[in-house]
């Protein structure tokens, strides 16, 4: 049987018999893994700590006689305590993680990724508007993905001026000759402009950015549709 020892934040958990918990890691140097921590739930559990939604830990993982990791040890590097200090960092917090969650298949190792979650996770302790950085993690998640929208001019015929829509199927602004999908304001196209295109530190350092709950409707639309799937969390980043 062996081990590995790794860097990890913890996307999702679920209940297992009396006092164990699956754990949905997404790992630094092996992707996203499943893992059982045994007697996680038990005050005298031996794990060395707890295994949440949103921590970030060292774990020591052994493979099992089944396809399931089983978590020998874990030790929190507290990183990410300051999300679950306010309702608006931990809305946002989830947001992001179930976005990675739904974003990954399990044993695909992606540094790049796991840098894009962690970075986002951090910066939720800085940023004054928390929602704009799970916006803005939506966006980067969409780039990874190689399906970054068409921000520069018109999808349709590279108008650059008079942008007043946006259209995910026909791969983002849309001009008014062009027009579909749902209208944008000249805030929002701004907004996103300055996410993707450079500018998101500022974006980051800003209290409510003009556009953000709109941004924030498109971002999780078009997060949806490029990965089949709804996102739960996604509900409470407003105007959705
Ligand atoms: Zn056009």
């Known amino acids: 049987m062996n081990t590995v020892r790794c ?105 790049a990724f796991f840098e894009m979650v962690r970075r986002a996770l951090a910066t939720l302790g800085e940023a004054p508007t928390p929602s704009v950085v799970a916006t803005a993690f939506l966006f980067k998640t969409l780039a990874h993905e190689g399906a970054s929208p068409v921000l520069e001019h018109c999808a349709s015929c590279g108008e650059d001026t008079d942008l007043v829509a946006f259209d995910l199927a026909e791969g983002g602004l849309l001009c008014s000759s062009c027009r579909r999908g749902r209208p944008v304001s000249p805030e929002a196209v701004a907004l996103m402009r300055r996410i993707l295109l450079g500018g998101l530190a500022g974006v980051l350092r800003e209290e409510g950015p003009p556009g953000s709950a709109e941004v924030a ?13 709804r996102l739960r969390a996604a509900r409470v980043l407003g105007a959705h």
């Open 7 to 111: 860097e990890a934040i913890v996307l999702r958990t679920y209940k297992l018999a009396e006092a164990d918990l699956i754990c949905v890691l997404l790992t630094r140097d092996h992707g996203k893994v499943r893992a059982v921590a045994h007697g996680v739930r038990r005050t005298s559990s031996k794990l060395g700590s707890r295994m949440e939604v949103l921590d970030h830990v060292d774990v020591l993982l052994a493979k099992g006689r089944t396809e399931l990791l089983s978590v020998r040890q874990v030790e929190s590097r507290g990183a990410f305590d300051h999300v679950r200090d306010n309702y608006e960092r931990l809305a946002a917090g989830l947001v992001i993680v179930e976005t990675a969650d739904a974003a990954t298949i399990e044993h695909h190792a992606d540094e």
């Open 217 to 229: 409707s498109i971002a999780i639309d078009a997060v949806e549709s490029n990965l089949g799937r």
